[in-house]
């Protein structure tokens, strides 16, 4: 990307903007242990030194997305809260769940229960909600519905996952936090771009040029028509 550094100050003026025009004072987000939030808690941190609080929201997690999480804290200075979700999680399915369970429906649980909890800490400090998502986890409407797409701003939504990784290049993201394969940490082991049946390479240079294989086109394609709900106010009927 060219003048970064004239894209970050915009950002981070756009951020204090939507904070002041709110009428509140600072900013709240999930830190999870992967580039996405680690850029976002930077940004926020810039924008709002003292008024800035991280949460890191273990449900069943893998216990190293806990370990990157305190490496960003640690190397922005953070303040940070720690919320397990896991006995939520549990006494919620164990409610709700029968004989046909769906596992997606039980993964989407996770999201939509930290979404609640960042709300908590937001209502109580008067704080907005940030959310971590990017140009194209939108493309593809790969976010939860009402989970990690429940928030008040999205300041990096414009942006694709590689320019996302120059933003934390710039931003002096720890390392270890840019090469880790992205995940959404819905269960053991899951990556990104498995689960979306692609790079990001081959999705961010279509959203930017247009041009991918044919096969990769037609699923992008497909998949932005069938969650073109997920990226709307939900429908009123009107008389």
């Known amino acids: 990307m060219e003048n970064i550094q004239g894209i970050v100050n915009d950002i981070i003026k756009w951020m204090q903007?939507?904070?002041?025009?709110?009428?509140?004072?600072?900013?709240?987000?999930?830190?999870?242990?992967?580039?996405?939030?680690?850029?976002?808690?930077?940004?926020?941190?810039?924008a709002f030194p003292d008024n800035s609080l991280g949460i890191i929201m273990p449900c069943h997690s893998n216990i190293e997305d806990e370990e990157h999480s305190m490496i960003v804290a640690d190397a922005l200075d953070l303040e940070v809260l720690k919320v397990d979700l896991s006995k939520t999680f549990d006494t919620l399915?164990?409610?709700v769940r029968?004989?046909?369970?769906?596992?997606?429906?039980?993964?989407?649980?996770?999201?939509?229960?930290?979404?609640?909890?960042?709300?908590?800490?937001?209502?109580?400090?008067?704080?907005?909600v940030v959310g971590t998502g990017n140009k194209s986890e939108f493309t593809l409407g790969y976010f939860t519905k009402h989970g990690d797409s429940g928030v008040d701003i999205f300041p990096i939504a414009d942006f694709v996952k590689s320019e996302v990784r120059e933003l934390a290049k710039y931003l002096n993201i720890p390392d270890i936090i840019i090469t880790?394969?992205?995940?959404?940490?819905?269960?053991?082991?899951q990556t990104d771009e498995e689960e979306m049946g692609m790079t990001y390479r081959d999705l961010d240079n279509y959203i930017k040029t247009g041009e991918a294989p044919d096969d990769v086109k037609k699923k992008i394609e497909k998949l932005n028509r069938l969650t073109s709900h997920k990226r709307r106010m939900p429908l009123m009927f009107k008389r």
């Open 98 to 128: 029968d004989n046909n369970s769906h596992d997606l429906a039980v993964s989407n649980v996770k999201p939509r229960l930290r979404m609640t909890a960042l709300y908590y800490f937001a209502q109580k400090n008067n704080y907005l």
């Open 17 to 46: 903007d939507r904070v002041e025009e709110a009428n509140c004072r600072g900013l709240v987000f999930g830190l999870s242990g992967g580039i996405d939030s680690a850029v976002v808690a930077k940004l926020a941190k810039i």
């Open 93 to 95: 399915l164990d409610t």
């Open 180 to 189: 880790k394969p992205p995940s959404a940490g819905l269960w053991e082991g």
